[in-house]
Each structure stands twice: as C-alpha cells, then as structure tokens.
C-alpha cells in the first residue's frame, strides 16, 4: 500500500537519522519525499500519510507544526515532528493498540474541502439517484 510505502520511507530517512543526532525536532517537505520516492500525482497521497495518527505512532513522533498552502496538501507543505515522544502503548503481542480517541477528528479536513459534512452527505445522497461526483 502506498501510504504505508510513504509511512515507512519517512521514517527511515528522516525519522531515524534525526533520532540518530539526538534531534528534538525534524522538518518533512511532502515535495521532497513525493520527488525521492519517485511517485506520480501523489501528493495528496504524502500529505495524508504524514498527517496520520498512524505514522505518528509508528515512528513514535509528535506533529507540532504543518506549515504551507492553506488546502494543506502541496509540494510545500512542510510537516514538523517532535522526535523524543515516549514508547507507544503495546499490547502483550507487541502491536501497537489504537484508542478510539486516535481517530477523533480523523475526517475533519476532508469534510471541510466540501463545506462541511452535511454537504458532503447531501451530495453523495444526490449520487443514490444521479451519478454525482464526490470529489471537492
């Protein structure tokens, strides 16, 4: 799966080095990681990996600042991570356990490109007797 490509790359060439040197903090360019990676129109893709609760625990890091265009989803969107974060939770198997509250929020910014959820609910109702586009 990409996002987890994406996830995976990110803390392997950012994360990890920045640790290494004992960085507090450590800056992700949603550019720079769609162009080393070599990806095609996936933008929104990167963006959305690194904006994820689920890169945050994985790399056990803390997003502070996101910085750029305000849609949020561009080459210059720049993504400030707080290094030192302690362990994530771990069940006895060693995964990590997701609360309910890890996704509070989750759907947020995607229902604000729409105008807000009831929009996006009105139209994809229109979809159920007309073919309608969910995209903003």
Same mark, same amino acid.
């Given at each position: 799966m990409l996002s987890q490509r994406i996830r995976q790359y990110a803390n392997e060439d950012y994360v990890a080095p920045a640790r290494k040197r004992g960085a507090k903090t450590v800056s992700i360019n949603a550019g720079e990681v769609h162009r080393r990676m070599g990806l095609f129109n996936s933008v929104p893709s990167v963006c959305q990996a690194l904006r994820s609760k689920l890169f945050e625990q994985q790399s056990r890091v803390e997003l502070v600042e996101v910085s750029g265009p305000p849609s949020g989803v561009s080459t210059k969107t720049e993504f400030v991570f707080r290094v030192s974060?302690?362990?994530?939770?771990? %069940? @006895? +198997?060693?995964?990590? +356990?997701? %609360?309910?509250? /890890? #996704? #509070?929020? %989750?759907?947020? /910014? *995607? #229902?604000? @490109? *729409?105008?807000? @959820?009831?929009? #996006?609910?009105k139209r994809a109702r229109e979809g159920w007797t007309k073919k309608v586009s969910l995209r903003p």
């Open positions: 974060v302690p362990e994530a939770r771990t %069940s @006895a +198997k060693g995964r990590q +356990k997701a %609360s309910l509250s /890890d #996704f #509070f929020g %989750s759907g947020k /910014d *995607y #229902f604000k @490109a *729409y105008g807000g @959820a009831e929009k #996006f609910l």
